[in-house]
T-cell receptor, first 112, second 111 residues
Framework: KAGVTQTPRYLIKTRGQQVTLSCSPISGHRSVSWYQQTPGQGLQFLFEYFSETQRNKGNFPGRFSGRQFSNSRSEMNVSTLELGDSALYLC???????????FGPGTRLLVL | SQQGEEDPQALSIQEGENATMNCSYKTSINNLQWYRQNSGRGLVHLILIRSNEREKHSGRLRVTLDTSKKSSSLLITASRAADTASYFCATDSGSARQLTFGSGTQLTVLP
């Protein structure tokens, strides 16, 4: 099975812009979770989607949003980018009745 | 916020030696998982231990869990240069899809 894929792999934006990141889960996986990784805060949970519905949400401002499509692919959007949004954004997919999350390679976002 | 701390923050050993890293967490958990990350890339799942288990093995990996002390340890035996990476513990306190990660241990294995 192909693993989790994320696009783009690298992105450079300027403050105030918005960005959309994409994640394709492992075939058959319906749950997609997103995480932000920064040197200062480490790995932090953003949100989780299952069957096109957000099931869990971490402690992030409303500028961070996401959605999931009927084919389980997910996107996350960050509006009005701030310098502190520079991070590695990781998505992970999980099979139904499974506990292990399988991570993609991440999208590295740099906000200038 | 992070669940807890990992100890040590950095560890440097020679190839062939064993590496032990520890993880502490704050709340009760359903299970604890260990992940490896190479140079800021994606996380690779290593092993999962449930809250009712005390020890688990997988190849050169041995994980222990002490829920009374809210701590876990990961032992990598006969380490190799390819084991050089950051290692994170992650806990699941409610939803298995919402993991809380530790701060990580940077392991360097010198050839």
């Amino acid at each position: 099975k192909a693993g989790v894929t994320q696009t783009p792999r690298y992105l450079i934006k300027t403050r105030g812009q918005q960005v959309t990141l994409s994640c394709s889960p492992i075939s058959g996986h319906r749950s997609v979770s997103w995480y932000q990784q920064t040197p200062g805060q480490g790995l932090q949970f953003l949100f989780e989607y299952f069957s096109e519905t957000q099931r869990n949400k971490g402690n992030f401002p409303g500028r961070f949003s996401g959605r999931q499509f009927s084919n389980s692919r997910s996107e996350m959007n960050v509006s009005t980018l701030e310098l502190g949004d520079s991070a590695l954004y990781l998505c992970a997919s999980t099979g139904e009745y499974q506990e292990t999350q399988y991570f993609g390679p991440g999208t590295r976002l740099l906000v200038l | 916020s992070q669940q807890g701390e990992e100890d040590p923050q950095a560890l440097s050993i020679q190839e062939g030696e064993n590496a032990t890293m520890n993880c502490s967490y704050k709340t009760s958990i359903n299970n604890l998982q260990w992940y490896r990350q190479n140079s800021g890339r994606g996380l690779v799942h290593l092993i999962l231990i449930r809250s009712n288990e005390r020890e688990k093995h997988s190849g050169r990996l041995r994980v222990t869990l002490d829920t009374s002390k809210k701590s876990s340890s990961l032992l990598i035996t006969a380490s190799r240069a390819a084991d050089t990476a950051s290692y994170f513990c992650a806990t699941d306190s409610g939803s298995a899809r919402q993991l809380t990660f530790g701060s990580g241990t940077q392991l360097t294995v010198l050839p």
